[in-house]
Nanobody, 118 residues
Framework: QVQLVESGGGLVQAGGSLRLSCAAS????????MGWFRQAPGKEREFVAGISGTGGSTLYTNSVKGRFTISRDNAKNTVYLQMNSLKPEDTAVYYC???????????WGQGTQVTVSS
């Protein structure tokens, strides 16, 4: 079993930045692909970014390319999502996820709210 705890959400003005963190425990972190998803009110949860266990491969949804960066520190069992040039449409609950493959996530955090004001 893997436990994931997100932090770093909050309220920010459009154009601002936030960095989300997700601390993992319970399994060898470097064996897990990690990802970030988000869910806005009234919408389905969507994939935002993913990173392989070694950090050598990353994947982003088109709407965040060039603005968001996913990274990980395997020594700290933590994955990050650096979000720059935030837009009101980025407002959502952001979830950290882990899995054995970048497209198969089975472990989920509780979510952290990100609100971008215009």
């Amino acid at each position: 079993q893997v436990q994931l705890v997100e932090s770093g959400g909050g309220l920010v003005q459009a154009g601002g930045s936030l960095r989300l963190s997700c601390a993992a425990s319970g399994r060898t972190f470097s064996s897990l692909a990690m990802g970030w998803f988000r869910q806005a009110p009234g919408k389905e949860r969507e994939f935002v970014a993913g990173i392989s266990g070694t950090g050598g491969s990353t994947l982003y949804t088109n709407s965040v390319k060039g603005r968001f960066t996913i990274s990980r520190d395997n020594a700290k069992n933590t994955v990050y999502l650096q979000m720059n040039s935030l837009k009101p449409e980025d407002t959502a609950v952001y979830y950290c996820a882990g899995g054995v493959q970048m497209h198969v996530y089975v472990y989920w955090g509780q979510g952290t709210q990100v609100t971008v004001s215009s």
